[in-house]
């Protein structure tokens, strides 16, 4: 880069570097936490939760070249485009490379930089995530029914791990002793709010309608969403949109019901299955009546 380049611009070149190159996203996410000078020790644990959901988005094939014979999705690699950038911009200010910052998100990757907290790094990273959603909305609506489907229900995964950290009295009500460290993104357990693996097949795109997909999701993933999440989903969706700054996250949820990219009127998908330990979970871990 010449002198005096902005740290936008130099984040700019390293995205534009590894468009079309879904092994070198991944390196240059792992480049992020080591920090400007390569040795981030407090930031280097916060990874773990990152690459684990990119992990996932590399074997489903989502990252992939658009001209390859078997092309990714715009829509997700303009989402981990926006993460990746936004991070190499952060990475840039914290050396030696000018600003001013080009987003509010840096702004939160910034804070994140400087006080490395598990909610510092969940409103970075999610600032990131829900910015992307928002920019792209156009292009989600271009996906195909299954895919946008599981895109909401990974928005309202990752918003609830971040509430694990700093809400624990909305995410998990009278357990919420337990929530800091079942949402803390330096350990492993954060893994399995965002594990997708054992629904979806590592394929794109998803060749079964949203039923065939429901039907399969048994166990832990089908508990988390329908008796612990769905039953707080507004409250989460609120919370996130004053925590992130970002109103127009609230266009994302109507009544209860999740609707990005999906229509308010095929809602029921929303609806709880008839599960006696689904049913057993929303009594015992009913949301607290707010204020």
Not at 25 to 44: D, E, N, T, V, W
Not at 72 to 99: H, K, T
Not at 157 to 176: D, K, M, T
Request: proline content about 7%.
């Amino acid at each position: 880069m010449s002198a005096g380049a902005t740290a936008a611009a130099w984040a700019e070149q390293q995205i534009a570097s590894v468009r079309d190159d879904p092994a070198g996203r991944i390196a240059l996410m792992q480049r992020c936490y080591y920090g400007p000078y390569g040795k981030a020790p407090r930031h280097l644990p916060f990874r773990r939760a990152a690459m684990s959901f990119m992990q996932w988005q590399l074997r489903r094939g989502l990252l992939q070249p658009l001209s390859s014979d078997h092309p990714g999705s715009p829509w997700w690699r303009a989402v981990n485009e926006r993460i990746l950038r936004d991070g190499c911009e952060a990475v840039a200010l914290s050396g030696d490379f000018a600003g001013p910052t080009s987003s509010q998100t840096v702004d939160f990757w910034m804070s994140f930089a400087d006080y490395p907290t598990a909610r510092a790094w969940y409103r970075a990273h999610n600032g990131s995530v829900v910015a992307a959603y928002l920019e792209h909305r156009d292009q989600a609506e271009a996906e195909n029914e299954a895919e946008r489907f599981f895109m909401n229900v990974v928005l309202c995964r990752v918003l609830y791990s971040h509430a694990l950290v700093a809400a624990p009295r909305i995410s998990l009500g009278w357990l919420r002793p337990l929530a800091p460290f079942l949402g803390d993104p330096r350990l492993g357990m954060t893994g399995i709010f965002l594990q997708l693996s054992r629904v979806l097949p590592d394929e794109y795109p998803l060749g079964e309608g949203v039923r065939s997909y429901l039907d399969a999701e048994l166990g832990f993933g089908r508990l988390l969403d329908y008796g612990v999440i769905i039953p707080r989903v507004q409250q989460l969706y609120e919370w996130s949109s004053h925590e992130l700054a970002a109103p127009g996250l609230l266009d994302c949820i109507r009544d209860g019901a999740l609707t990005y990219a999906w229509p308010f009127e095929d809602r029921d998908v929303w609806q709880p299955p008839k599960s006696f330990i689904v049913q057993m979970a929303r009594r015992a871990l009913r949301p607290e009546r707010r204020a």
